[in-house]
Each structure stands twice: as C-alpha cells, then as structure tokens.
C-alpha cells in the first residue's frame, strides 16, 4: 500500500481504576462526545452491579471483565467470492478486534434492553454475560457456530 499506517493513539487509563480498558468501554459508550456523562453512566453501572452480584468475591470491576471476557469471539466468518459463489470462510480473530468486538456487542444490546436508565440496562447486560447467557453472549455463540458450521471453506482464508 501507498500510505503509512496511522499510528495508534494512546489511550490514558480512567481516573477511578486506572485501567486502560475502562477507557476502551467509555470510549465506545459515549455519545456526542460526552466523556463524563459516559464516566458517570459506567460507575453507576459497576454499582449497580456490586448490588446484582453480592453472592460472588469479585469485585464489580473483575465481574466486567469476566463477563466482557465471556462474550469475547475467537472466530469470525468473513465473505470470499471464489468463482462466482460466495462462500463463508471461518478467520481468527487478531486480539484488539476481539476486545472491541466485544465491547461494541455489550453495549449494542444494552441498548436494545428494556430499562430505565443506560446504567440499569448495561448493568442488567454485565450480569447476564457474567452468567453466560443474554444478547451479547447468544451473538457469540451463533458466530462460533456459524464458523463451525463453515469449517470446510476454511481452507479459502486470505
């Protein structure tokens, strides 16, 4: 290619953890360029879910990780026309297009919830990936089946 790749922005870690991640997540849930107000909607959040999840000896900031690590895919499938036909081909997926994958998965069907408040519905989202189940982990599990069911075209991968 003719031009350079654009170097990576650093990100600063958050103010309450100091976690470059948690930026990550702000980052992706902020509209209209309303940093606080997403800072402010993601503390609510972890609250709230130290509320939900009073049974287990995480922390909230571990069960999001844990549930964010739940969602998380390991294969992708990718369209490649081959002779006229498309065809579904399995890939893997590099690490930082996991994480933001998984992060924009939380909080698209977050979102979609039913709920008062943004806090409420991502913390509601956060429990139910914690548990293995809800939106987000149910879009993982069809991408992994969809890749399994596609293994025979993987030998067309790019």
Excluded at 80 to 96: K, L, N, S
């Amino acid at each position: 290619m003719r031009k350079t790749k654009p170097k990576k922005r650093i990100l600063l870690p958050d103010p309450k953890f100091n976690d470059t991640l948690v930026t990550r997540f702000v980052n992706d849930l902020m509209v209209d360029g309303k940093k606080s107000t997403a800072y402010a909607i993601f503390y609510q959040t972890l609250d709230m879910v130290e509320k939900r999840v009073k049974d287990t000896e995480l922390s909230p900031l571990d069960v999001w990780k844990k549930a964010l690590e739940n969602i998380t895919p390991a294969v992708e499938v990718k369209s490649r026309r081959v002779g006229g036909a498309t065809f579904q081909v399995p890939m893997e997926i590099r690490p930082e297009r996991k994480t933001a994958i998984s992060i924009k998965n939380m909080i698209l069907f977050a979102r979609k919830r039913s709920g008062k408040s943004m806090a409420d519905k991502l913390s509601a989202e956060i429990v139910a990936a914690f548990n293995e189940e809800g939106g987000a982990f149910k879009k993982k599990e069809d991408t992994h089946r969809m890749a399994e069911a596609n293994r025979a075209f993987a030998h067309f991968r790019f």
